[in-house]
């Protein structure tokens, strides 16, 4: 197919600002190649972290700032709330303004909003810069991917580039409980020392950014800003109700809860139409340009790509997520508040996520071009609902090795396997000028599956301690409801081990036609990207 008439094919858009030929076809250089990756992956492992370190530091936060238990939680969702609402928002401005240009800003809000929560004096002021450092990773985080996916064309680099930046996940988890526990302990600064070196990271990520990646290829294209700021309003009411309904005067049943749950929905459907409006406008061949028509900010045809395989792999990961953050939420307010370990005794207990990380990219990078996407997705949620199982199933007395151990392991496993394999197919059967809001699109799901499993395990646990505890005759939360804070965390986990299953379950009833999306090698044609787009959109690949 000629450059023309694959431009042709994919037309929608005046300006689709696609790579020059020559750059695409044969990539960066391979220490710069190297580079790349370095940075995007720190930018996922940073991103990570910010939500693993403020975790183990929970408890040692509540003492200090004097929070109560049932708001811990909104030191966890306060930044998956901003970040998960504002990533389509900066996954579209980094496609239309430039990508190193997002993701410069995004570096430069988690290095000044890092140093701001370290030297937070109350609950209140933390929970606030913590949905600001959000801001921070909704720019960072999509802009990387369109990165990765501009500066390499399909081949086996490309594999190992999207394997290393999902393995910065679980690495990222790794790293923030290991640092958290070390520098919360030992540090005379205690938790605060962690959002200092967070600072630390990103500004380091930052300049290694400006200098590895491309220049910016910008666009003349409008942003739309109806759209951005429905989806913006509509997330926001969405995920606030998800983390503030069970600590409501009246849960659930509370007034504000319910008008805040109605009006969020409205909001977000009304998104979905104006977008569905704006498609069709620029699918029309007669239509004059206006401002008040620029391109939608997320086409809702990208979600039927690949005969709808793209809606089934963007619900596995919003199920997988709602485990796999709930998952390590649980498991260390376990160990700290149950078992009664230290943060550095806790750390200890999740050193085995680093190394299995590390060992899943090699993994992924070899496979991904060799099995289908059907087999990373099943096994990889469960795996998931595996570790969370273990858990539920936890014998206090037991050693670590019995339970915490295998748990730790298999939970890495479960998350790299289905965000590596996720991440690519994303970027395949993504438009070269969408590849952003694409993969701010899988961010998304990830971030508010975040919010809600922490909710949703949340909500578990205080119904199952509050009737255990009435049940035994005892307060909820005292020295003598140890028994019913134990079924609690069981409970939390196996609220965690269900979402999973319901993704496995999604993986194998939609994705077994699925073959492979990893390539074992380069494809030469200079326009590979744009012609594997189209073939996606038109389902002929699968």
Known sequence: MSKELTRS??????????????????GPSFWRSVFIIVTCTAAMVVNTANTTFI????????????????????????????AGCLLLFFGRLADIYGRKKAFMIGTLCQVVFSLGGGFAQDGITLVILRAFQGIGSAATIPSALGILAHAFPPSKMRSIAFAAF????????????????????ISSTHWRSSFYLVAAASTLTGISGMISFDADVTSTEAVDWIGASLVTVGLVLIVLVLGQGEVAPQGWKTPYIIALSIVGIIIVSLFLLWERYLERVMDDPSRTPSAWTPPPLMKLSLWTRAKGRMAVILAIAFLNSCAFISWSFWVQLYYQNYLMLTPMQTMLRFIPMFVVGCLCTVFVAMFVGKLPLVVFSVSGTLVTASAAILFALIDPT?????????????IVFGADF??????????????????????????????VGTALGLAVSTLVFNVVVANESASGGVTANSASANSAQLKGYRSAQ????????????????????VGVVGEKKTLKHANSDETIAVRFESGNDY
């Not at 094919?9 to 044969?26: R, V, W």
């Not at 999902?166 to 302990?185: K, N, S």
């Not at 590849?435 to 990830?446: C, K």
């Open 9 to 26: 094919s994919i037309s929608g858009c005046e300006d689709l600002n696609l790579e020059k030929a020559e750059n695409h076809d044969l």
């Open 55 to 82: 975790s183990i530091a929970l408890s040692a936060i509540e003492r200090d700032l004097n929070m109560k238990e049932d708001q811990l939680q909104w030191l966890v969702s306060a930044y998956s709330l901003s």
């Open 166 to 185: 999902a393995a910065g996940a679980p690495v990222g988890g790794a790293f923030g409980m290991i640092i958290g526990g070390v520098l919360t302990q």
């Open 418 to 447: 289905v965000y590596a394999s996720g991440t690519i197919f994303v970027a395949k059967i993504a438009r070269p000028d969408e590849r952003s809001v694409a993969g701010a699109l899988f961010q998304t799901m990830t971030q």
């Open 398 to 410: 037991a050693t670590y090795w019995a339970f915490g151990f295998p748990s730790t392991v298999l």
């Open 494 to 513: 196996w609220a965690c081990a269900s979402f999973s299953l319901m993704a496995a379950l999604l993986a194998a009833l939609f994705l077994h036609g």
